[in-house]
T-cell receptor, first 113, second 115 residues
Framework: AQSVTQLDSHVSVSEGTPVLLRCNYS??????LFWYVQHPNKGLQLLLK??????LVKGINGFEAEFKKSETSFHLTKPSAHMSDAAEYFC???????????FGTGTQLKVEL | DTAVSQTPKYLVTQMGNDKSIKCEQN?????MYWYKQDSKKFLKIMFS???????INETVPNRFSPKSPDKAHLNLHINSLELGDSAVYFC??????????????FGSGTRLTVV
């Protein structure tokens, strides 16, 4: 069985400050891990993915995430938040046949002036 | 060019009606999916097709019937709509199972409202 836990349902930061969105995963096998972003009333966009290559993964829009097997974590970070980063972020795990994705419950990021 | 396109974008209908949502992808992917996003934004897989063959069928009422006429299309038909079916339905596609899996490409969603 596979699952992800997003530790914060809401995160609020000031523009220009760092962003940290936390995710822990559980998987019986070597997982593939993803972060997706959903802007209001929009579809889901892939930010970045980990598929057993480098543990530090760089994505679009300045985001990156580090896979830490010992901590079963895949936290998403960005050095400096921008107003346009305000959105819902989903941590996602994939293992097993069928390429089934299991989504976390989401973290809503709010960016304030 | 839109990679994964869903129609309609919005759908408002009465309880008891039958409706369909269409999905098409032009990425040459072999696998397509339907996901449901509820009012709390939780996303859960409903169905997955690989080359027109059903490979994932989660616990979904049999009022929901997917149909894949070819590997570029995966439509979702819903019979006897209920209030609880109100949600955003996302179509997605990915590369063949035998290749490295690098994630999905999602459509922009269909917001279904049952009144």
């Amino acid at each position: 069985a596979q699952s992800v836990t997003q530790l914060d349902s809401h995160v609020s930061v000031s523009e220009g400050t760092p962003v940290l969105l936390r995710c822990n995963y559980s998987s019986s096998y070597s997982p593939s891990l993803f972060w997706y972003v959903q802007h209001p009333n929009k579809g889901l966009q892939l930010l970045l993915k980990y598929t057993s290559a480098a543990t530090l993964v760089k994505g679009i829009n300045g985001f990156e995430a580090e896979f830490k097997k010992s901590e079963t974590s895949f936290h998403l970070t960005k050095p400096s938040a921008h107003m346009s980063d305000a959105a819902e972020y989903f941590c996602v795990v994939s293992t097993g046949g069928g390429n089934k994705l299991t989504f976390g419950t989401g973290t809503q990021l709010k960016v304030e002036l | 060019d839109t990679a994964v396109s869903q129609t309609p974008k919005y759908l408002v209908t009465q309880m008891g009606n039958d409706k369909s949502i269409k999905c098409e992808q032009n990425l040459g992917h072999d696998t397509m999916y339907w996901y449901k996003q509820d009012s709390k934004k939780f996303l859960k897989i409903m169905f997955s097709y690989n080359n027109k063959e059903l490979i994932i069928n989660e616990t979904v009422p049999n009022r929901f019937s997917p149909k894949s006429p070819d590997k570029a299309h995966l439509n979702l038909h819903i019979n006897s709509l209920e209030l609880g079916d109100s949600a955003v339905y996302f179509c997605a596609s990915s590369q063949d199972l035998r290749r490295s899996f690098v994630g999905y490409t999602f459509g922009s969603g269909t917001r279904l409202t049952v009144v």
